[in-house]
């Protein structure tokens, strides 16, 4: 199953973000996120794919991001928070 992101992952979307993030692991099932819609992204939301990355990684859940935004990439560079490699 696909997670396709908002334009906007600010504090508010970290929650749901999160608990979407927490169903795929606990279910087993690989992750692909769609990032190509991400206009704005916050420490907050970057913090969450981070521990969902390792929490994936933790139980071998494959984990991929696809189609990530210019927004995505800066902002991930620019916190030294790297989501985007699969695992």
Known sequence: MSIVLGSRLDTAAAGPLRQS?????????????????????????????????????AHGVSWQVAFPSVAMIEAGE?????????A
Do not use: E, F, N, W
């Not at 990032?35 to 969450?48: E, H, P, R």
């Not at 620019?78 to 699969?86: H, N």
């Open 21 to 57: 993030l927490m169903k795929q692991i606990d279910s087993a099932q690989p992750i692909a996120i769609d990032a190509s819609a991400v206009d704005q992204v916050g420490l907050a939301c970057l913090q969450v794919l981070a521990a969902g990355r390792a929490a994936a990684v």
């Open 78 to 86: 620019l916190a030294a928070i790297d989501v985007l490699v699969d």
